[in-house]
């Protein structure tokens, strides 16, 4: 019985059948639309550095034709036979992809997939719909490539070019009197090749088979008008996720967050005899020295913060708000704030949970009490032997502490930008590195953002829903961005993403780098796509 893959899932071949020489069959149609579908022969670096080992319609089969082109047959589309035990060491990838030809979208495809048959039995079938697409022109449907062993990966990417660009992208290079043979070469293409008994000498699917592609997605043909995939929907935010208070005013002394005031002398200096002098101003004790020039401070030391400099005007000292004076004055601008609400920012770095607030305790990140107030017990939170091997493999393990009882707790950490985000019965992803504290009673997991091309196969993202806060880390303010179609991002700026959008690995990250020697400097972007309400939430800085 065929295995169903979905978009991401890998396996050894070995695992699905034991036979190397292999039938892979692609259904693609769309009403109006022609695919050309390919093969990429690849080096370790994923590029096409034997342009011999592009396998498409003016090219059907590889010099020592372990892999062949072998058209339309058996339901499908168009079909390959690929020899592994044939291929040489150079070819550690093999990349079955779709582009179209003429106008188009991915979006408007129907129900299709990409199968592997051996011994005249389908052993994989990975199965896609164009709602899985937008605007791209190209799609990467699977991979087999060599890690020790030949493994199958299925891919379902969708790429914004046609067949010139994906081959661009892979290193090759295109001919300038490519494109004129391809329009009358279009039709007869597709048909298989010269070699009438390649099929039954590894048992192609009989065909009967052919009126099951239809039935066994179960998936509808999606309808995609162009008028449905605008590219910029919904502006975009350059501001923190939830309105911030005011920016904290500058330490004691410090002029940065004064009001308004009439001109002061600087700090250590008397005033003279200059015009804008306050009237009634009293003279200095002791003869006035050149203006601009420092006078002594009282017994050789220098004015204390937030006192009047010798020959100011008394009552009102250096520093602080006209309104009042003396150290309570002072501290007024730093004085807790109390909202009302559960979770209050204090200052862009500060975060006061009220503990009386609500049944649920709340669960943060180890060390991030600065003060409480009130009767407030602290426990560790464990995450059982299965959470630490899943925290472990994914890199997604926090430590955590429960805090309970009533009371207020303020937490910080290494001076990070906070930011509560509420969530009422909705989803966010956040990486467990940017988080700081949340609501006991939120549902959270380790997910899985699949990735053929990043390191170790896989990223990993803490999923945090219900209801609930959950506060969230920055480095610096942070931007929120709404998703479309054309939306990529550093993995490693990233913070937080609807839980709805679509993370896929972008096509543009093995092009920067190997574009010049060197390296980019980059390593891993995410594309991101979904509808409109869907963003996600860029730092900036990298971690």
């Known amino acids: 019985m065929a295995r169903e893959f979905q978009r991401g899932h890998k396996a050894k071949l070995s695992d699905l059948t034991p036979g190397t020489d292999l039938y892979v069959g692609v259904q693609i149609a769309a009403p109006g639309l022609t695919f050309d579908i390919s093969c990429f022969g690849l080096d370790a670096n994923e590029q096409l550095s034997?342009?011999?080992?592009?396998?498409?319609f003016n090219q059907p089969k590889s010099p020592e034709e372990s892999i062949q082109l072998l058209g339309a047959q058996s339901g499908d589309t168009e079909s390959f036979r690929v020899t592994l035990d044939r291929i040489p060491a150079a070819v550690q990838k093999l990349s079955f992809t779709a582009t179209i030809d003429g106008p188009g979208q991915m979006s408007q495809v129907g129900p299709g997939y990409i199968r592997i048959?051996?011994?005249?039995?389908?052993?994989?079938?990975?199965?896609?719909t164009g709602s899985e697409f937008t605007t791209e022109?190209?799609?990467?449907?699977?991979?087999?490539?060599?890690?020790?062993?030949?493994?199958?990966?299925?891919?379902?990417?969708?790429?914004?070019?046609?067949?010139?660009?994906?081959?661009?992208?892979?290193?090759?290079?295109?001919?300038?009197?490519?494109?004129?043979?391809?329009?009358?070469?279009?039709?007869?293409?597709?048909?298989?090749?010269?070699q009438a008994t390649a099929p039954p000498a590894f048992a192609a699917p009989p065909a009967p088979q052919a009126p099951q592609p239809a039935p066994s997605f179960g998936a509808?043909?999606?309808?995609?008008?162009?008028?449905?995939?605008?590219?910029?929907?919904?502006?975009?935010?350059?501001a923190p996720l939830t309105p911030q208070a005011p920016p904290p005013?500058?330490?004691?002394?410090?002029?940065?967050?004064?009001?308004?005031?009439?001109?002061?002398?600087?700090?250590?200096?008397?005033?003279?005899?200059?015009?804008?002098?306050?009237?009634?101003?009293?003279?200095?004790?002791?003869?006035?020295?050149?203006?601009?020039?420092?006078?002594?401070?009282?017994?050789?030391?220098?004015?204390?913060?937030?006192?009047?400099?010798?020959?100011a005007p008394q009552g009102v000292p250096q520093g602080l708000p006209a309104a009042g004076a003396g150290l309570h004055a002072a501290l007024q601008l730093y004085k807790e704030t109390a909202t009302g609400q559960r979770w209050t920012p204090q200052n862009q770095q500060l975060m006061r949970v009220d503990l009386t607030?609500?049944?649920?305790?709340?669960?943060?990140?180890?060390?991030?009490?600065?003060?409480?107030?009130?009767?407030?017990?602290?426990?560790y939170k464990g995450a059982g032997f299965?959470?630490?091997?899943?925290?472990?493999?994914?890199?997604?393990?926090?430590?955590?502490?429960?805090?309970?009882?009533?009371?207020?707790?303020?937490?910080?950490?290494?001076?990070?930008?906070?930011?509560?985000?509420?969530l009422q019965g909705d989803a966010i992803c956040v990486s467990a590195e940017s988080v700081l504290a949340f609501d006991e009673s939120l549902q959270y997991e380790v997910r899985r953002v699949e990735g053929h091309g990043i390191?170790?196969?896989?990223?990993?993202?803490?999923?945090?829903?219900?209801?609930?806060?959950?506060?969230?880390?920055?480095?610096?303010?942070?931007?929120?961005?709404?998703?479309?179609?054309?939306?990529?991002?550093?993995?490693?700026?990233?913070?937080?993403?609807?839980?709805a959008s679509q993370v896929i690995v972008s096509s543009q990250v093995r092009l920067r780098r190997n574009a010049y020697p060197g390296h980019s400097g980059e390593t891993v972007n995410l594309q991101f796509r979904g509808a409109p309400g869907n963003f996600i939430v860029v730092q900036p800085y990298e971690v």
């Open 220 to 238: 509808p043909p999606a309808p995609a008008p162009a008028p449905q995939q605008p590219m910029h929907a919904a502006p975009t935010i350059a």
């Open 117 to 128: 048959v051996a011994g005249g039995e389908e052993v994989v079938r990975y199965a896609f």
């Open 357 to 379: 607030m609500g049944g649920a305790g709340v669960l943060a990140r180890q060390g991030s009490m600065v003060m409480y107030q009130g009767k407030v017990d602290f426990g």
């Open 455 to 499: 390191p170790g196969g896989a990223l990993f993202t803490m999923q945090f829903q219900g209801t609930g806060t959950v506060v969230i880390k920055t480095h610096g303010t942070p931007v929120v961005l709404p998703v479309t179609p054309t939306t990529f991002a550093d993995c490693n700026a990233v913070v937080a993403w609807s839980a």
């Open 50 to 56: 034997d342009d011999r080992y592009f396998i498409f």
């Open 249 to 311: 005013p500058a330490p004691y002394g410090q002029p940065g967050h004064q009001p308004p005031q009439p001109p002061q002398p600087q700090f250590g200096q008397v005033p003279g005899q200059i015009p804008g002098q306050h009237p009634g101003q009293p003279a200095p004790p002791a003869p006035t020295p050149p203006y601009g020039q420092p006078a002594p401070a009282p017994y050789g030391q220098p004015a204390p913060f937030g006192q009047q400099p010798p020959g």
């Open 386 to 422: 299965v959470g630490r091997v899943v925290g472990n493999a994914t890199g997604q393990e926090m430590q955590l502490m429960r805090c309970t009882g009533r009371g207020q707790v303020f937490l910080a950490e290494e001076g990070s930008y906070l930011h509560p985000i509420e």
């Open 137 to 194: 022109r190209a799609v990467m449907l699977g991979d087999f490539y060599l890690k020790d062993v030949w493994r199958f990966a299925a891919v379902g990417q969708g790429f914004d070019g046609g067949l010139e660009a994906l081959l661009k992208n892979f290193g090759g290079e295109v001919a300038e009197e490519e494109e004129a043979p391809a329009a009358p070469q279009a039709a007869p293409g597709f048909a298989p090749p010269a």
